[in-house]
């Protein structure tokens, strides 16, 4: 499976926009991009994934470099329940989700 | 409705016991996982289901045993329990292209 690079830690303000970075530079063309979030003390919660366009959705947004070797995750308006790890991971056609060390994004009242 | 549950949510039991954890998901989903959190935080996938037939076996001991009975349905069983297995187990499903629903995991703590 194709790896991700994230920075291990971020913090951010409440109510401010966050950009959270994934490197990718061995990407396939089939590879998609998912995002994951994981709370303190719940399972993994699904964020959004896309393949080569910019993609919404009521949790995020995704921006996918041109040549796809990187993304980045937006939340537009940080608050204190998105405090959480993110991962950044790529599935190829067998699907299977391998997650890595995630980043931890802190919010600041 | 809880799309993915998991029952137990918290297990304590002695090494060399056998214990299982079952998981049922009503979101119509194929597939289904098992993935292992250990204290660090690790996320591991353990076996996958599709329809019932097991397509993924990541290198587990066997003494864990998935059964899969239905698509809606698959349990964990663990034999011969040992310290290093307390961990949280997450079951989840998914469907092609769609993201994966996980249940909220069951925290094993093997004394």
């Known amino acids: 499976d194709a790896k991700t690079t994230q920075p291990n830690s971020m913090e951010s303000n409440e109510e401010e926009p966050v950009h959270l970075p994934c490197n990718h530079s061995?990407?396939?063309?089939?590879?998609?991009i998912h995002w994951y979030r994981q709370l303190p003390s719940q399972g993994p919660e699904y964020v959004i994934h896309g393949l080569t366009s910019n993609v919404n959705n009521r949790m995020a947004s995704l921006a996918i470099a041109e040549d796809r070797k990187s993304s980045t995750l937006i939340l537009h308006r940080a608050t204190l329940r998105d405090a959480a790890v993110y991962y950044c991971i790529l599935t190829g056609a067998n699907s299977k989700l391998t997650f890595g060390k995630g980043i931890t994004l802190s919010v600041r009242p | 409705d809880t799309a993915v549950s998991q029952t137990p949510k918290y297990l304590v039991t002695q090494m060399g016991n056998d214990k299982s954890i079952k998981c049922e998901q009503n979101?119509?989903?194929?597939?289904m996982y098992w993935y292992k959190q250990d204290s660090k935080k690790f996320l591991k996938i353990m076996f996958s289901?599709?329809?019932?037939?097991?397509?993924i076996n990541e290198t587990v001991p066997n003494r864990f045993s998935p059964k899969s009975p239905d698509k809606a349905h698959l349990n964990l069983h663990i034999n011969s329990l040992e310290l290093g297995d307390s961990a949280v187990y997450f079951c989840?499903?998914?469907?092609?292209?769609?993201?994966?629903?996980f249940g909220s995991g069951t925290r094993l703590t093997v004394v």
């Open positions: 289901y599709n329809n019932k037939e097991l397509i």
């Open positions: 061995t990407i396939s063309g089939t590879d998609y």
């Open positions: 989840a499903s998914s469907f092609w292209a769609t993201g994966y629903t």
């Open positions: 979101l119509g989903h194929d597939t």
